[in-house]
């Protein structure tokens, strides 16, 4: 019987951005439902009753919610097409790690972007440290996951797409603080398959600035 995975999601997420480039790694077939985060659908109350968010991934009927797990089923699940978590278990446990610490960027990026004055400063201070934390551990290596791209970077990637965002609303530049950490998403955004299923900077940047518009942020 084929899989019948359908996607919840909204397009500017960044943890849906993390299934999306899942899927398409693995090369998987799915439909794709976007979600009105201020409408939220019955379907989506339904199937994730709890966090009432997206993403939510449904494989047949079954509902699977929050990110990193969506991903870590989606590798356990389709492993054989390109696998995302190292097979030792120390390595693995690595990984799960830094993909939990690069859940750190979201809340610091959303301090960054609606706030103003000292509280933005500190916002992007604290951003850069995060940064460079995240350079550290990717190191001389091309990827986070070593030699081609893996959960690390599935979960890191996706975040990406707002720096362009935080760098116009806080008047600083990533490149100048973490070099290496902007050759890597420039090494994975060349892969057409990567590129082609993360949103354009420039597109997330209008999306940022309808939010601070509606939410009356200058």
């Known amino acids: 019987m084929e899989d019948n995975v359908v996607l919840l999601d ?5 943890f849906g951005m993390r299934v999306r480039l899942a899927l398409a790694l693995k ?8 979600e009105k985060l201020e409408d939220k659908s019955r379907v989506l109350l339904e199937m994730n009753p709890v966090h009432k968010k997206i993403p939510v991934l449904i494989h047949n009927g079954n509902p699977i919610c929050e990110s990193l797990i969506i991903v870590e089923y989606i590798d356990e699940v389709w492993h054989d ?6 097979s030792d278990a120390h390595q693995r446990s690595l990984a799960r790690f830094w993909a939990a610490y690069a859940d750190k960027l979201y809340g610091i990026s959303k301090r960054l972007w ?7 400063e500190k916002a992007k201070n604290e951003l850069i440290e995060c940064l460079k ?8 290596k091309p990827y986070m996951g070593g030699g081609k791209i893996g959960f690390v970077d599935v979960a890191l990637l996706p975040f990406s797409r707002w720096f362009y965002s935080l760098e ?3 008047n600083f530049t ?5 070099p290496k950490l902007v050759g890597w998403v420039d090494r ?11 949103p354009h900077p420039h597109k997330i940047y209008g999306f940022v600035l309808h939010l601070k518009e509606k939410l009356g942020i200058a």
């Open 10 to 14: 909204c397009w500017a997420s960044s």
């Open 27 to 34: 090369g998987i077939k799915y439909e794709y439902k976007e």
């Open 81 to 86: 097409d390109f696998p995302l978590l190292p």
């Open 114 to 120: 609606m706030g103003k004055g000292e509280e933005q």
């Open 133 to 140: 934390t995240l350079e550290g551990e990717l190191g001389e």
């Open 168 to 170: 116009k609303c806080a």
């Open 174 to 178: 990533i490149k100048d603080e973490c």
């Open 188 to 198: 994975c955004m060349e892969m057409e398959i990567v590129s082609n299923s993360l």
